[in-house]
């Protein structure tokens, strides 16, 4: 199974982290957010900002994510999320 959270859940973590933005059109979600602790502003290369995308559908109360890009100064990547993906555990925790 993808990895997922409640809509709900994940709508009340965003109103309280403003490095966090949710954007839904239709049954599909965007979260974009950039890692802001010290160190995640380590390893930023070139000491610029790094921005991450997490793309899901909504599927009943639930968003199921299926593809997670970075976006940095040295380009951007696509990573799709497989089923129980460990970069994913950070959900389990909102």
């Known amino acids: ?19 966090f933005k949710l954007y839904e059109k239709n049954d599909y979600i965007e979260l974009h957010f950039f890692p802001n602790t010290p160190e ?3 390893h930023f290369p070139d ?5 991450h995308v997490m793309y899901g559908e909504i599927i009943d109360d ?11 100064s040295l380009g951007k990547t696509e ?9 994913m555990e ?3 925790y909102i």
């Open 1 to 19: 199974m993808k990895p997922h959270i409640n809509k709900n859940r994940l709508e009340e973590y965003v109103i309280e982290n403003p490095s």
């Open 40 to 42: 995640a502003q380590a």
């Open 47 to 51: 000491g610029e900002q790094v921005e």
């Open 62 to 72: 639930d968003i199921y994510f299926y593809k997670f890009e970075t976006n940095s």
């Open 79 to 87: 990573t799709e999320i497989l089923d129980d993906d460990p970069i």
């Open 90 to 92: 950070w959900l389990k």
